[in-house]
Each structure stands twice: as structure tokens, then as C-alpha cells.
């Protein structure tokens, strides 16, 4: 028997923009209320309106039981907020939600474990924060452990456990969690790759168990692979409500869009609130030909990246994404190399040259993170898309585009004659 | 943050597996919502258990000393006290010396750690909040609640000593004794009341960080514990139980080695209301602001 497990409508949240809005010290307040009190309401309290930054708004959908949905969008597009509004940890400014059913939310692997605390302890703990009753923890702690694969340490603080046996000890008590509805913020992105694959598993078997799934991730092939319908956030806003191919590739098409425009002008961005640094420009450039955003699979290629401000240390790792937004490969700068060199004749640009880049033909994007003065100073997705056309690997043509795979590497058969 | 269970049946104790899911409504609220509703602080009440019992097993792992603790801080304040007190001639009410500072200082000490780490546990739990939702009042109670745990260890042994003490002193602990449960109680709502309120401050002005050790510090003195509240002169001596510390420290007194004097019973009382209306106002803010925690921490 289906029915309405979460409605939504007109939710809206706001925030206000700004350090003393959110901390502040009480020395700040007093010195605002007396002058609000003193001013009559002069000056600051004009630019209060404008501070205010709508994360969601005029949100409306509505889940049937039983159906996983997905969550995707661009950074800042607003998912994670609605995630934690329909986790109740944040509460809506405008609109409502009915949600019915028990919640099991996983904005996070690992939430309330606690360093001091042995494996046993933690599972218990973390059970029970996750929402599970002590006798449900109590029936299943043979099952978690096992899935954690770490009998032997169960008695051992968490602390001194690496990070990779702390993520799985979390994720197996997560995944033991049987809500009636599962909100899940893009946790899978963690442990190695069979740990994420068991993971995956487990969350496809929640799904067909009968639970209801709202899934957040930028992977649209999970999404694709777990999900019947997508929504699409845009800003705060619903653009698409949609079975997940339509969604899916509405969500291209404003990558698409977003990547024409002036890199400066994304909102969407990561990193500190404060930069001193942004990325101005990103392209990547043919060896050979030298032209911009196409290029011949296994011919070498250069990344080139334009900041606002050269800083100390600065550090950069580009990464490039299938159509799906799975990630192909990473260049990261801190993982250095004699071949790099520091050098004052760039300027304002980082460079990263590639001596071949075998990609399958078809579309790619790249992902960048920017670094310096030893913090994060810019983040974007897709900031960039390029196209990879037929070409040659070692004397060997790549996979034609829709081949398994994304890559090919320089090889050589021996067959029986 | 919202908490209108729209469900009108009552619930009984456990949902039937094939009963219809409860549902949640999720908007802005205004006025009170959680901490007034008890029955979503059941629903969450083996977190509620499991918190505690997290605050109680971190407290002291990794210490040589271990639970001792609980006593070993109030007895060694007590032997500066007496030496001190002694020295300056400072009244002990015709009580033993370090007898007259201990009984005050065990439920002192309590109160003491029990609202500093009752006020900074919010923000020390951060991620949990920013995480999870949960009635977030368990956690500055789980603090208070593993305070208790040494609370009743350190009272405990006083009573030991006092009946050892009495043993040979010709001393008799007295059906006083059985206040005790009641006076600790005053000090819990203190405690809760106190930790609560100033752990939601903290959320939003971490200026908490800096009152707290500084208030606990002028909150002792204006506490009877190494001078007696007889000390003090009418009005005054009364009206310092609105301090509901005062009642309970001098009922401590009272309990253990003054059975037979005069009971401060109007101090007691006093303190008792005071402390409960503490509890209750801080409560009823802590409800307020509960909602934007997540926001803010």
C-alpha cells in the first residue's frame, strides 16, 4: 500500500548573510541594539534585506512510499538544505512539509563517533543517534561488525583506528539503518573502491526493501543507477521534477549553460567565503593543434588555468569527468613530481601540461579546486567542458564513443595464430 | 525548528509493525514546541541514554584515578579550606572543620563542572547538531546526567566518612540523612538550569567560553561554602537562598552533621523554588532558540 511519505510545499529557507549574523560576539549585539534603539531604526538596519540569501524557496514536490528519488544540482543549488529540512535539523522560514514515516538521515558517515570511545561503544552510540532503538543495535551488532569487517578491534578506541576503518564501521552501522525513509547527502564518496561498491549495494537493496530514498550526489550515474525520478535544484528553485533521464539531462544542459559563462560570475563556487584568489579562466588546449576545447583522444594536452592573485604555495587539482559526472582523473599538484617547476614567467596562469590524454571520444568536464596560502581559495564544477574526438593511442585506435570505459592505455595483444 | 506531530491518536508505547507512519509536519514555528513535548523527548530516549552513558565513560578514560576523582577534588579544596579557615578564624557553626568544608564542597564541586561543561556541551557537539536532529536539550542533560553519576559516588563516601567520623566522635548520622536525595535534586535543577540556558547562549555568542569560569568563580563566593550562611546577617542571611546553592549546601550540612539542630528549612524551600523557576526559564529559552541552533552553531 503506497502512500504520501513527503510532501512539500512553498518550503523556503533563508539565511543571513554575513560574519556577525551568525556568530558574532555579544559585545556586536549590544552595540546593534543600542544603536537600532538610539538610531530609530537608522542606517544598518536598511542592509539587513539585502543580506538576506534565500537557499530555498517556493520548494514543492511530493514522494510517493516506496520511490528513490534523486537530488541533483550545482553547488550552492540548494540540496543539502533540503536534505536538512526535511531532517528536521533546520527549520523551514517559509512553507511546510509533511513527512511521514521514520527518517534515517546520513548527512554524514561517521556523525557523534567519538574518538575515546572502543568500536563497541561507537556502534552503539552512533546507532542510536542515527534513530535505531538499543535492542534493534543490540539484534544487528553481529551483522555491522561483520559487514565492517573488524572483529578484532571492537574493544579498541576509535581513535586509533585509521580514518579508512573509521568510515567503515560508520557506514556499517548506517547501512544497518531500516527507516521507512532514507535521506542521503553523497556519503557513498567515501572508503576504496569496493568498500563504495558494497555500499552502493547496500543502499539499492534499502530502495527495493520498500523504503523511500532521497538521494543527493553530483555522480549522475549513481543517480541513474539507483533513482526512477530526479529533482532538479537550480538556485533555491525546482526546475525539473522529472524521471531521471529527463532530469538528468536537464541537469547537463545547465552545466552546459553555467560553463559559458564568465567563470567569475558562478555562483556556485567552493571555498572560503573570503578568497583572495579566484580562477578567471579555465581551458584545455590541444598540444598539437593548439585549438581550445576539442581534443584528439591520446594526443598530448594543456590545462590552463587564470587566477586573480598569485599567492604563496599555491597548489591546484583538476579533475576530468565523464558526461555522468563520474570522475576519469585527477591532476593534483601537491602529489609533486621533478618534472614541476615554480616559475615567474607565468604570470597569473597555471599550467598543466598532459602528455596524453586517451580519453574515449565524447564529452568531458573538468571539475577544479584551487589552493593557496595553504587554504582551499576556490572550488567549481564543471567549470569547464571539452569535447574528445576519435583518435590513436600507440599506433591503436581508442574504443569508438560508447565503448565500456572511458580511457584506453597503450597495450599490445598476443594471440594464438 | 518544527515539532507538530499532526497525529492525532495517541500513540500507544510501540507502534504496531503495520500501523500507519506517524506523520511529521515541518514548518515555522512560533512559541513553544519541544522541550514542552514530552512525547517526542520518549521517542528519542535510548540517544537520550546512550549521550549519558558516552558522557559518563569519556569522563575519566584514560585517567590513573578514574572515578576517585569525583571525591578526590572536593577533599583536597577541603584540607586547603580548613587550614585556611582555621588560620583566619572563620566560623565553622561548631561543626568539625574539614566536616563542615567536605559536606559543602560535594555537591559544590558538582554544580561547578556540571554547569561549565553543561554550558560549553552544545558547541562541543557541533556536528551533531549541524547533523542530526534530535531534541538537542539531551545533550547539555546528558552532561548533567554523567554529574550525577559522580555526584552520587562522592556523596557516598561522604556519608562514609561522616559515619566513620561519628563512630568515633560519639556523632550518629540522623534520619536527616534522607533529605540528601531532595537537596542533590535542588542542585541538579541548578545545574540543568544554569548549563542549559548559558549552553544555548554559547550557540550564538561564544563570549559564554569567557563568562562561565568567571561567574562560577563569583557564584562560589556568594555561596556558604567555606564560611557559614550564619554568618550573615538578617536579611540577608534569607535572602541569599535565592542562590539555590545556598540551600542545598547548607541542607548538605544540615543532613549529615546537624541532624539534630534546627533545620534551614526556609532556606530549602527557598532555594528549591528558586531553582525550579531557574529550570523552568531556562527551559522555556532554551525551546525559543532550540530552532535556529543548526543555523547558527
Known amino acids: 500500500m503506497s502512500y504520501t511519505a513527503i510532501q512539500a510545499e512553498e518550503l523556503g529557507k533563508s539565511y543571513r548573510l554575513g560574519l556577525s549574523a551568525a556568530y558574532g560576539s555579544l559585545r556586536e549585539s549590544i552595540s546593534e541594539g543600542m544603536r537600532k534603539a538610539v538610531g530609530r531604526g537608522r542606517g544598518p538596519v536598511e542592509t539587513t534585506r539585502r543580506d538576506v540569501l534565500w537557499a530555498l524557496r517556493d520548494v514543492s514536490f511530493s514522494i510517493e512510499s516506496g520511490e528513490a528519488i534523486g537530488l541533483i544540482g550545482h553547488n550552492g543549488a540548494g540540496k543539502s538544505t533540503l536534505l536538512k529540512l526535511l531532517s528536521r535539523i533546520v527549520e523551514p522560514t517559509e512553507g511546510w512539509a509533511e513527512v511521514t514515516g521514520r527518517v534515517g538521515s546520513l548527512l554524514e558517515v561517521g556523525t557523534g563517533f567519538h574518538p575515546e570511545l572502543t568500536g563497541r561503544e561507537n556502534v552503539f552510540l552512533n546507532g542510536a543517534i542515527l534513530g535505531m532503538r538499543r535492542a534493534e543495535i543490540r539484534s544487528r551488532f553481529d551483522e555491522i561488525v561483520e559487514f565492517a569487517s573488524m572483529e578484532r578491534f571492537l574493544d579498541t578506541p576509535v581513535k586509533r583506528y585509521s580514518s579508512g576503518m573509521q568510515v567503515r564501521l560508520a557506514f556499517a552501522v548506517a547501512a544497518h539503518l531500516e527507516p521507512e525513509i532514507l535521506l542521503v547527502d553523497e556519503v557513498l564518496a567515501v572508503g576504496d573502491a569496493a568498500f563504495q561498491r558494497k555500499s552502493l549495494a547496500k543502499m539499492a537493496e534499502v530502495a527495493r526493501a520498500g523504503s523511500t530514498v532521497v538521494f543527493v550526489s553530483h555522480n549522475l550515474a549513481t543517480i541513474q543507477a539507483l533513482c526512477e525520478r530526479a529533482i532538479l535544484l537550480e538556485q533555491g528553485k525546482v526546475i525539473a521534477d522529472a524521471p531521471v533521464e529527463e532530469a538528468v539531462s536537464g541537469y547537463l544542459r545547465s552545466l552546459e549553460r553555467a560553463a559559458t559563462t564568465d567563470l567569475l560570475d558562478r555562483p556556485d563556487r567552493d571555498g572560503r567565503a573570503w578568497r583572495t584568489s579566484q580562477v578567471r579562466r579555465i581551458g584545455i588546449y590541444d598540444g598539437e593543434s593548439g585549438e581550445a576545447d576539442v581534443i584528439i583522444g591520446g594526443r598530448s594536452a594543456k590545462i590552463v588555468l587564470e587566477v586573480t592573485k598569485v599567492l604563496p604555495m599555491m597548489e591546484c587539482q583538476v579533475t576530468i569527468l565523464n558526461n555522468l559526472g563520474t570522475p576519469i582523473v585527477t591532476f593534483d599538484s601537491e602529489l609533486s613530481a621533478p618534472t614541476d617547476r615554480r616559475d615567474g614567467e607565468l604570470g597569473e596562469r597555471i599550467e598543466c601540461e598532459i602528455e596524453s590524454l586517451p580519453l574515449v571520444p565524447g564529452r568531458y568536464r573538468i571539475d577544479f579546486v584551487l589552493k593557496g596560502s595553504q587554504e582551499i581559495q576556490d572550488g567549481l564544477q564543471a567549470a569547464a567542458f571539452f569535447d574528445v574526438e576519435p583518435g590513436i593511442v600507440d599506433g591503436r585506435p581508442i574504443a569508438p564513443a560508447g565503448a565500456d570505459g572511458d580511457i584506453s592505455l597503450r597495450h599490445s595483444w598476443h594471440l594464438p595464430a | 525548528m518544527p515539532e507538530q506531530l499532526t497525529a492525532p491518536a495517541p500513540t500507544t508505547e510501540k507502534p504496531e509493525p503495520d500501523a500507519p507512519p506517524q506523520t511529521v509536519r515541518l514548518q515555522p514555528t512560533k512559541g513553544f514546541s519541544r522541550v514542552l513535548a514530552p512525547r517526542e523527548l520518549w521517542r ?220 534551614p528549612l526556609t532556606l530549602m524551600a527557598i532555594s528549591a523554588a528558586s531553582a525550579a523557576l531557574l529550570l523552568v526559564g531556562a527551559l522555556a529559552y532554551f525551546d525559543r532558540v532550540e530552532r535556529s541552533f543548526a543555523d547558527l552553531i
Not at chain 2, 568539625?96 to 568544608?101: A, D, N, Q
Not at chain 2, 564541586?109 to 536539550?137: D, H, M
Open chain 2, 44 to 263: 528519542y530516549r535510548d540517544l537520550a541514554f546512550q549521550l549519558a552513558a558516552r558522557d559518563v565513560t569519556i569522563r575519566y578514560r584514560q585517567t590513573f584515578f578514574g572515578a576517585a576523582w569525583a571525591i578526590l577534588q572536593p577533599v583536597a579544596l577541603m584540607i586547603v579550606f580548613a587550614i585556611i579557615g582555621a588560620a583566619a578564624g572563620i566560623s565553622s557553626d561548631g561543626l568539625p572543620r574539614g566536616l563542615f568544608g567536605l559536606a559543602a564542597l560535594v555537591p559544590w564541586t558538582f554544580f561547578a563542572s556540571a554547569f561549565l561543561l553543561g554550558s560549553e556541551s552544545l558547541v562541543l557537539n557541533q556536528a551533531l547538531v549541524a547533523k542530526i536532529y534530535f531534541p538537542r536539550i539531551f545533550i547539555p542533560a546528558a552532561v548533567v546526567a554523567a554529574g550525577c553519576f559522580d555526584l552520587v559516588i562522592s556523596t557516598t563516601l561522604l556519608i562514609v566518612i561522616v559515619f566513620i567520623y561519628g563512630l568515633a566522635n560519639g556523632m550518629l548520622l540522623s534520619a536527616a540523612t534522607l533529605t540528601l536525595p531532595f537537596l542533590a535534586a535542588i542542585a541538579v535543577m541548578t545545574a540543568l538550569g544554569a548549563g542549559t540556558a548559558l549552553s544555548a547562549v554559547n550557540v550564538r555568542y561564544r563570549d559564554v567560553r569567557y563568562i562561565v569560569p568567571f561567574a562560577t568563580q563569583m557564584w562560589f563566593f556568594l555561596t556558604p561554602v567555606f564560611y557559614p550562611n550564619s554568618s550573615l546577617s538578617e536579611p540577608l542571611r534569607t535572602l541569599s537562598a535565592i542562590n539555590p546553592m545556598v540551600g542545598v549546601v547548607e541542607g548538605f550540612r544540615w543532613a549529615l552533621l546537624d541532624g539534630g539542630g534546627h533545620a
